[in-house]
């Protein structure tokens, strides 16, 4: 089955009642846990966009806690894995700040790694490759804020 396009989705959704909708959304909640990830960002985390930033930073540092360290493919494996979750939570929010500030993390955090992205040219460039990202997205922020991004980005990159 093909899916429809997004525009006949909403002119269906136009037509629906409140109840049908609450309904919909309650069933595709069930069937994915990404969906659920989802509705639970839109009906509970948007309002306040720091403290989701902040228990991500946290749910982050956990999994770096874990990454298994003895040999350098548990570790390319791990820093995959949170690196995935991230971007997931990062198009839950869509905002180019906390994409910013979670890739800041992300890359703050991988540079305890800095042996194993020695030895290792795919994780030195799933880091470049980040540093990137933020370079990119940082260009579409606001003045101040590219200004104050910028600062610490040069602060990470004098650290490594």
Known sequence: MNPSPIT??????????????LEICL????????NKELLTYLL????????YIDAIKVE????FEEVNQ??????KKSI???????KKFIRYSGQKQTEVELLFHFCGRMKRFDS???????????YTSQIQKIKKTIGSLHE???FDYREELRALSETG
């Open 27 to 34: 069933r595709l909640a069930r069937f994915k846990k990404e």
């Open 44 to 51: 509970f985390k948007i309002q306040n966009e720091q403290a």
């Open 8 to 21: 006949q989705l909403k002119k269906e959704m136009q037509q629906r009642t409140s109840a049908e909708l």
């Open 60 to 63: 982050m540092d956990e999994q």
């Open 70 to 75: 003895s040999h350098i493919y548990f570790v």
């Open 144 to 146: 101040d804020l590219q």
């Open 80 to 86: 995959r894995k949170i690196l995935r979750a991230i």
């Open 116 to 126: 194993f992205m020695y030895k290792d040219t795919t994780l030195r460039n799933v």
